[in-house]
């Protein structure tokens, strides 16, 4: 292999990496708010809960994920 054709491979495996850690920064950022968002939501039902309403008339939704919310 010619040094052109070396480099031109090198190049494409250094874009490749770089879109990659893109993506999966990007990926992260995505659960995160998914995460925060899903929480806020079962804040809410909680909160309802405390007032006493009913189930069916309660906003957001239950932890049925049982994931850790604070």
Same mark, same amino acid.
């Given at each position: 292999?010619?040094?052109? #054709?070396?480099? =031109?491979?090198? !190049? &494409? /495996? /250094? #874009?490749?990496?770089?879109?990659? !850690?893109? @993506?999966?920064? %990007? %990926? *992260?950022?995505?659960?995160? @708010?998914?995460?925060?968002?899903? /929480?806020? &939501?079962? =804040?809410?039902?909680? *909160? %309802? @809960? +405390?007032?006493?309403? +009913?189930?069916?008339?309660?906003?957001?939704?239950?932890?049925?994920? !049982? &994931?850790? /919310?604070?």
């Amino acid at each position: 292999m010619d040094n052109k #054709t070396v480099f =031109s491979m090198v !190049g &494409l /495996c /250094c #874009t490749i990496i770089i879109f990659m !850690g893109v @993506a999966l920064g %990007d %990926d *992260q950022k995505e659960q995160a @708010a998914e995460h925060k968002s899903y /929480c806020e &939501l079962v =804040s809410m039902w909680e *909160q %309802d @809960a +405390e007032q006493g309403i +009913e189930s069916v008339k309660r906003n957001g939704h239950p932890n049925y994920k !049982g &994931l850790e /919310c604070e």
